[in-house]
């Protein structure tokens, strides 16, 4: 009787000890699909894209850059309707605006499946039911969907022209015009370099992966803590190139400077600029 007993007892926690590393496996296989799927590292990758695209400027693309008028090629801009040209603009600022809506919406939701369905695979069920199974595969379904969702919204790509652009008699063939949002990467202070000193400062700014800038930028300053009978010292600056001297400031001041791109014709979406405070010193 004893000896039954014993032998009952080793069955029933050898088939708990196979049933719990059955379990294990399944918790440790799913957790390896969610990283497939959306791994941590893949995250931080889609925060910082969406970060960037939110601080970058977004500008229309005009194909052919240049038209031949029957005599000679001009500029293909030059020959556009300006209503027209300025509803497509107005276009590719809904367009940009609904893009970055979408993108921070979807990393949002990507998160949130992604938290769901590790906790869910985590959770101390002591069991791995076919319906639990069915379930996490659809949430990982879904997960990649979100995927694809996020990577497909964040490339840019063409707008879609209702009206003819060019509206002249000139031309026997009018020429086909294709139009594409584009980005240029934000332009920010070298927060090492800049620096204030008495009555004046010299400011120095970058943009990553280009050496040399050719783009045209404005640079704003004003002056912060002002007291009750003062007048705000402000200003601004159109630069080209990558570094500013401002003279004439005053001594023991705050400023705050800004910079962005200078506007151009083409230019859709520049709701960000880079920032600095610097306090000038003691005469």
């Known amino acids: 009787m004893d000896t039954s007993i014993s032998v009952t007892s080793v069955n029933t926690e050898q088939d708990e000890g196979e049933r719990l590393a059955a379990v294990f496996n399944y918790q440790k296989a799913y957790l390896k699909l969610i990283d497939d799927h959306l791994c941590m ?3 931080k990758d889609f925060e910082d894209r969406l970060d960037l695209l939110r601080k970058s400027n977004f500008f229309i693309t005009i194909l052919p850059k240049k038209t031949f008028t029957g005599l000679e090629y001009v500029k293909t801009e030059l020959l556009l309707h300006p209503q027209r040209y300025k509803h497509m603009k107005e276009m590719g600022t809904d367009q940009t605006k609904m893009q970055l809506f979408l993108l921070e919406k979807y990393l949002e939701e990507m998160k949130e499946r992604r938290s769901e369905l590790v906790e869910m695979v985590q959770a ?9 199974q069915q379930t996490l595969n659809q ?3 879904g997960l990649g969907k979100l995927v694809n969702d996020f990577q497909n919204m964040s490339v840019r790509g063409p707008l879609h022209i209702k009206h003819q652009l060019i509206v002249t008699t000139t031309f026997h063939h009018l020429p086909s015009l294709k139009l594409f949002l584009n980005t240029k990467r934000p332009v920010t202070f070298h927060r090492s370099e800049s620096m204030a000193f008495d009555n004046w400062t010299f400011l120095s700014w970058h943009v990553s992966g280009h050496r040399l800038l050719t783009d045209s930028f404005e640079v704003h300053f004003q002056q912060l803590n002002l007291q009750s009978n003062e007048e705000a010292h402000s ?7 990558n570094t500013l001297n401002i003279d004439n400031l ?3 001041k705050t400023y705050q400077f800004s910079i962005r791109r200078t506007k151009t014709c083409n230019q859709v979406y520049d709701e960000w600029c880079d920032i600095i405070t610097l306090s000038t010193r003691e005469v």
């Not at 101390?124 to 639990?132: C, D, Q, R, V, Y």
């Not at 200003?235 to 190139?241: H, L």
């Open 124 to 132: 101390n069920e002591g069991e791995f039911s076919l319906t639990k």
């Open 235 to 241: 200003g601004v600056y159109t630069v080209e190139g």
């Open 250 to 252: 005053l001594p023991e």
């Open 41 to 43: 590292a893949t995250l």
């Open 139 to 141: 949430d990982l379904s």
